[in-house]
């Protein structure tokens, strides 16, 4: 498929496991985010999300069957000022103290790395998006000689075209090791209603490999945000 093109969000059937995903994007008159997490060992899928006061908390299921916590529990959105901070990590509040600092996105990346979870080194993705104007950054930060020793870091800068939204994810598909996400993100389609938008991304990802999501539409005018949840652990 051609990341360029406009793609329709049931496109999201083409892959059976994206592993963790950011999308964002505008309509006419709203800003559209999603995060959503899927996973294959019993660690990963003991999981789900749920609001803390503005943000999104991911926690365990069952906290009896937690391994490693320390890649699975994590802040993957939070409002950060005008911005709305969306990440697979705990890069969140990085970019968060960063912006509070008076700097950047990219300052505050710049001294993160991928994730030291060997033979994957899965990549570490962000969003970062401008409430006021619509304006999003994307970010990847990916393992680039195989061995866990060099990092790439890759960023993206968007002015908002009503109607679509990016697309980038950690996985370029499933294997053993994983192979990290190839090129610049996907360009996708944004449909005005927020239930289609919803449920078209819950509905094409795989059944089998999902576990969560997070949807938002931001009114441009008005700043009210429209919010869904969706987790596979609790019969969604």
């Not at 401008?130 to 990092?151: F, M, P, T």
């Not at 931001?218 to 652990?233: A, V």
Request: glycine fraction near 8%; proline fraction near 5%; charge should be negative.
């Amino acid at each position: 498929m051609n990341k360029s093109a406009i793609n329709d969000l049931g496109f999201l059937t083409s892959n059976r496991y994206w592993g963790r995903g950011i999308l964002i994007g505008t309509t006419a008159d709203k800003i559209a985010v999603a995060y959503f997490i899927m996973g294959r060992s019993e660690n990963s899928r003991n999981r789900y999300f749920f609001m803390e006061d503005t943000n999104i908390v991911i926690a365990p299921f069952d906290e009896s069957k937690v391994e490693d916590p320390s890649l699975i529990i994590y802040y993957p959105i939070r409002l950060c000022g005008t911005n709305l901070i969306v990440t697979n990590g705990d890069q969140t509040d990085t970019i968060c103290e960063y912006i509070k600092a008076g700097l950047t996105f990219e300052d505050a990346l710049r001294t993160r790395n991928f994730e030291p979870d060997g033979p994957n080194f899965t990549p570490r993705i962000s969003g970062l998006v401008d409430c006021v104007n619509g304006d999003y950054k994307l970010s990847i930060l990916k393992n680039i000689d195989g061995a866990g020793e060099r990092c790439g870091r890759y960023f993206y800068e968007y002015e908002p075209v009503d109607g679509t939204g990016r697309f980038i994810h950690t996985y370029e598909s499933d294997g053993n090791p994983l192979p990290s996400f190839e090129g610049e993100p996907w360009t996708v389609s944004i449909p005005d209603d927020f239930s289609t938008f919803t449920n078209t991304i819950w509905t094409s990802l795989d059944d089998d490999n999902k576990i969560s999501l997070c949807t938002m539409f931001i009114d441009r005018e008005s700043k009210d945000f429209d919010i869904r949840i969706l987790n596979k652990r609790m019969g969604d």
